[in-house]
């Protein structure tokens, strides 16, 4: 949704509320209306970028509404009706933009905070690195390719910074926005997914022997725009998977 139309919504609730205050209308309806407000703030939120920790956004949307309630003399609210909110909001989001079957952000919610870092990019001048990551051989294995993305995930999850945003890209792919990381830096990265995957093993202990293609795509080097950069991730990996797996590609072209 475009942002401008979220910061109208937002205005609107938000003077519904204060009418409703004002009025001093009770239950459902201010509960309904404050869930509404949280709600879009959250969204505006996570419309900015990379995703928080449950913990900050919880904290800031406490501050914001508490701020409001207190502004206008509004001190009769129940306490935990509104912590139970916050939670729940927060949930609701993660829910919305999270891939249920490996825990990371999902294609779209991905793409949205991958469309947000090239605009910042370009206005300060910023490098940043997008790795593709596929597994090369998971037919091969019975658990499936949805449980081997996760152990990867969990995997790169256990080392990648708070900045960074790890997704999941068709179905068969994982994808890591790495912000101010030129290709040095993402080709460090990418080399250590591949040794510390490595280490996955199945229930039985034995390790999986893993083959991972990765391909680094660089803005602005290959590109200003989602889908050229995602293009350029595809070829690398192309070229990764010809190798025969466990390569990291970059190509400037």
């Known amino acids: 949704m475009n942002k401008k139309i979220l910061f109208i919504l937002v205005l609107l609730i938000s003077a519904l509320m204060v009418i409703l205050l004002v009025l ?4 459902a309806v201010l509960f309904v209306s404050l869930a509404l407000l949280v709600n879009f703030i959250l969204t505006l939120q996570l419309s900015r970028g ?26 009769n609210v129940d306490p935990q009706l509104l912590e139970d909110m916050y939670v729940k909001s927060i949930k609701l989001f993660q829910t919305l933009v999270t891939d ?32 593709l990551i596929k597994i090369l051989n998971h037919k091969e294995f019975k658990e499936g390719l949805n449980y081997l993305l996760k152990k990867v995930a969990s995997v790169i999850k256990g080392f990648m ?36 995957s490595k280490n996955i093993r199945d229930e ?18 290959n590109g200003k725009n989602v889908d050229v950069l995602i ?22 072209e």
């Open 24 to 27: 001093r209308v009770k239950g």
């Open 50 to 75: 990379a995703l928080a920790s449950q913990e900050d956004h919880i904290a800031d949307l406490k501050f914001k509404l508490n701020d409001l309630l207190n502004e206008l003399g509004k001190d």
């Open 100 to 131: 249920k079957e490996t825990g990371t952000v999902n294609e779209k919610h991905f793409k949205s905070l991958f469309q947000n870092e090239i605009n910042r990019s370009v206005r300060y001048n910023k490098t940043f690195s997008l790795l």
């Open 161 to 196: 910074r708070d900045v960074d945003v790890l997704g999941r890209y068709r179905d068969e792919n994982l994808i890591l926005l790495l912000p101010e990381t030129g290709i040095k830096g993402a080709n460090t990265v990418g080399e250590r997914i591949i040794t510390y």
């Open 204 to 221: 039985q202990g034995n390790p999986f022997n893993l083959l991972l293609s990765i391909g680094i795509s660089v803005c602005p080097i």
């Open 231 to 252: 293009n350029a991730s595809e070829k690398n990996i192309a070229n990764a998977d010809r190798l025969g797996g466990n390569q990291v590609i970059f190509n400037a």
